[in-house]
């Protein structure tokens, strides 16, 4: 990379710092290419991205984002993981990982809050926001299809005992 391509490469990786919800590091080494691609496409459909770059690059992007504290984790062959959704990338890379050995998680970030391997892997078990939103909507819904139905219910009981006083009276004339 020349030196203006390597400061086009870290403004763009600072501004998707900046953007994140949740950034994940991870060591990658050994997973072929094939492999990779294979993380980044299941990361894009989620709605994330996934990138390697130079760790020293990455230092310099991390400068003045939220996501500072993850600097010290990038030694060796790492990989970014990054997604508005903070559930998102860990959700993915922790998936990947128990399929793929080779792939350590080292830590990440959610907002100014550093996170090592451990907690990044209970994040990757909460439900998305999109799952929350869902069940919270269904737990709002459900209340009121419960009062609809309680409502209902007398007048349907009242039609059934006025069917019954009509069907007496048609039998006796």
Do not use: C, W
């Not at 990038?74 to 998102?88: E, R």
């Not at 128990?98 to 451990?118: F, I, P, Q, W, Y």
């Amino acid at each position: 990379m020349e030196r203006a391509e390597k400061r086009e490469f870290v403004t763009d990786l600072n501004e998707s710092f900046k953007g994140a919800g949740s950034v994940v590091v991870a060591h990658y080494a050994g997973v072929t290419v094939a492999q990779m691609n294979d993380l980044r496409s299941k990361m894009r459909a989620a709605g994330g991205t996934v990138k390697v770059a130079k760790n020293r690059l990455a230092k310099i992007a991390l400068q003045g984002t939220e996501s500072e504290g993850i600097a010290n984790l990038f030694k060796g062959q790492t990989l970014i993981a990054y997604s508005a959704d903070p559930i998102t990338a860990p959700k993915v890379v922790m998936d990947f990982a128990k399929t793929n050995d080779k792939v350590v998680v080292l830590g990440g970030s959610m907002g100014a809050t550093v996170l090592n391997a451990e907690a990044v892997k209970s994040l990757a078990t909460l439900p998305s926001l999109d799952e929350l939103r869902a069940k919270l909507l269904g737990m709002i819904q459900t209340p009121a299809t419960r009062i609809a139905s309680v409502v209902a219910a007398p007048a349907s009981q009242l039609a059934r005992v006025f069917a019954a006083y009509a069907k007496k009276d048609e039998e006796a004339a």
